[in-house]
């Protein structure tokens, strides 16, 4: 039942800016785009949240086109430390229905010095 | 101080035993879930409640159980049923207008 594909693997160098894309065609109207970032052996956290346009936070940037069939999350300079798995998830997440949530494979990103 | 706790960190079960994992918040949340992760896997729901007294499976959820008795509480029982427990479990819990959050996880080994 996975509704997003995402890249399996990235890799990156420090200080580079890395963008995941996340494809979701099927995304429903009440539904928003939320990314989790989860490093080894800890609970997933979140990161941030959009529904549409641009969205951005002291961490990331989120790039969603008008057509809402996918989505980039963009992490600016990335370190060492931002080397984790990065789950894009579509749902109403914020909203008034507590529901499920589908969390797919993610994206695992290793930052090399 | 706010948050969503799981104890233990680590948890050893002999065959054919019964293990349960606790999940307790304060968040005050309605909602809470029960995921399963195994290596290089993303996480797979086992169970989630949206309300005391209720709760929905999951997509696996053969092999375990779950309560709901209280708003705080959500604790997960693993039988002898399920055959391949090894595994690392996440609880989570939502309120409305608010994202997931994820307690620290309970890492279960078979002796």
């Known amino acids: 039942l996975a509704k997003t594909t995402q890249p399996i693997s990235m890799d990156s160098y420090e200080g580079q800016e890395v963008n995941i894309t996340c494809s979701h065609n099927?995304?429903?109207?009440?539904?928003?785009i939320t990314w989790y970032q989860q490093f080894p052996s800890q609970g997933p956290r979140f990161i941030i949240q959009?529904?549409?346009t641009k969205v951005t936070n002291e961490v990331a940037s989120l790039f969603i086109p008008a057509d809402r069939k996918s989505s980039t999350l963009s992490l600016p300079r990335v370190s060492l430390s931002d080397t984790a798995v990065y789950y894009c998830?579509?749902?109403?997440?914020?909203?008034?229905?507590?529901?499920?949530?589908?969390f797919g494979r993610g994206t695992q990103l290793t930052v090399w010095p | 101080d706010g948050g969503i706790t799981q104890s233990p960190k680590y948890l050893f079960r002999k065959e054919g035993q019964n293990v349960t994992l606790s999940c307790e918040q304060n968040?005050?949340?309605?909602?809470m879930y029960w995921y399963r992760q195994d290596p290089g896997q993303g996480l797979r729901l086992i169970y989630y409640?949206?309300?005391?007294?209720?709760?929905q499976k999951g997509d696996i959820a053969e092999g375990y159980s779950v309560s709901r008795e209280k708003k705080e509480s959500f604790p997960l029982t693993v039988t002898s049923a399920q055959k391949n427990p090894t595994a690392f479990y996440l609880c989570?819990?939502?309120?409305?207008?608010?994202?997931?959050?994820f307690g620290p996880g309970t890492r279960l080994l078979v002796l």
């Open positions: 989570a819990s939502r309120g409305s207008m608010e994202t997931q959050y």
């Open positions: 099927n995304i429903a109207t009440n539904d928003y």
């Open positions: 959009g529904y549409k």
């Open positions: 998830l579509v749902g109403d997440d914020r909203g008034s229905t507590l529901g499920r949530l589908y």
């Open positions: 968040l005050n949340h309605d909602a």
């Open positions: 409640s949206q309300i005391v007294n209720d709760f």
